[in-house]
């Protein structure tokens, strides 16, 4: 046992089946309405959002700060990985008046 007290602590947790890091969560937006769908509220830095359009219009989910702009024809899916936390605030570029907000955590 002495020897494995020096395997650097990644080695160890490795060995002992863990790694210590969390796999992505993937969470599904629904655009149906004219609206966005509740965001989720456990998100992490690293997450996979799905944004879903279920509508008869093209929409965008875009961010204000630039992070991401997904465009979404009618009846489409696209993904985007989750990467930085804070707040994010998104709208639809084609209907400013469909908004969102994401709340990240690292």
């Given amino acids: 046992m002495g020897s494995l007290m020096k395997l650097p602590p990644l080695m160890l ?3 002992w089946g863990g790694s210590g890091v969390t796999s ?7 655009i149906s309405g004219m ?4 965001a989720p509220a456990d998100l992490h830095v690293g997450d996979v959002i799905v944004w ?3 509508d008869i219009f093209r929409h ?3 961010a204000r700060d630039k992070s991401f702009d997904i465009d ?3 009846k489409s899916q696209a993904r985007t990985t989750v990467s930085r936390a804070g707040a994010v605030d998104f709208y639809c570029r084609f209907h400013p008046a469909m908004t969102g907000k994401l709340e990240v955590r690292p």
């Fill in 35 to 38: 609206r966005f769908g509740q």
């Fill in 13 to 15: 947790a490795l060995l």
């Fill in 60 to 62: 965008t989910a875009t």
């Fill in 72 to 74: 979404l024809p009618p």
């Fill in 24 to 30: 992505a969560a993937e969470y599904q937006v629904t």
């Fill in 52 to 54: 879903r359009n279920g």
